[in-house]
């Protein structure tokens, strides 16, 4: 089953939209129209396309944080910390290259700000003896000490979803 799609929420859609001089939906309209075009072009077929606009879309998330909070892996905390509204992404000082993200992109200082997160955290024992357990799970296996070291790194609470925009 193969899904492609668009990511139609966060800054820099707001951004990108304002720059055009558009409301933020006609916006992203647009840039679906580009993308499933861009499928069609490079002969890619794909069993669903879902833009995060979409109802259906939308019906899915809220379900899935419902039972998310209601088993407690969700809650409201505070960061603060580097923020790349190209990434849609939180680095920590010691990720920065040259004042930017590893990806290249600008970063802006975030002093505290309110934002859901998911347990993450909860979860490293867990995955790590599910790897165990499976160990053909990881594909390709090459990446397999990749994948368990970085979780035995220690995994962090994750941001879901930021309040001040």
């Given at each position: 089953f193969f899904l492609?799609?668009?990511?139609?929420?966060?800054?820099?859609?707001?951004?990108?939209?304002?720059?055009?001089?558009?409301?933020?939906?006609?916006?992203?309209?647009?840039?679906?129209?580009?993308?499933?075009?861009?499928?069609?072009?490079?002969?890619?077929?794909?069993?669903a396309f879902i833009r995060t606009t979409d109802d259906a879309h939308k019906a899915a998330v809220q379900h899935f944080w419902k039972v998310l909070t209601e088993k407690g892996y969700i809650y409201k905390g505070t960061y603060s910390g580097w923020y790349s509204v190209r990434d849609e992404c939180f680095y920590n000082e010691s990720e920065l290259i040259d004042g930017k993200a590893p990806t290249g992109a600008e970063v802006e200082w975030v002093a505290k700000e309110e934002s859901y997160f998911f347990k993450l955290s909860e979860f490293e024992d867990k995955l790590l003896e599910w790897y165990e357990s499976n160990p053909n799970c990881i594909a390709p296996s090459s990446r397999r000490n990749e994948v368990l070291s970085f979780v035995k790194g220690g995994l962090k609470d994750l941001s879901l979803s930021r309040t001040s925009f």
């Open positions: 492609s799609g668009t990511d139609e929420h966060g800054q820099k859609v707001e951004q990108s939209a304002a720059k055009k001089g558009v409301p933020p939906q006609q916006f992203v309209d647009e840039v679906s129209v580009n993308f499933r075009e861009l499928l069609d072009l490079l002969n890619i077929s794909n069993d």
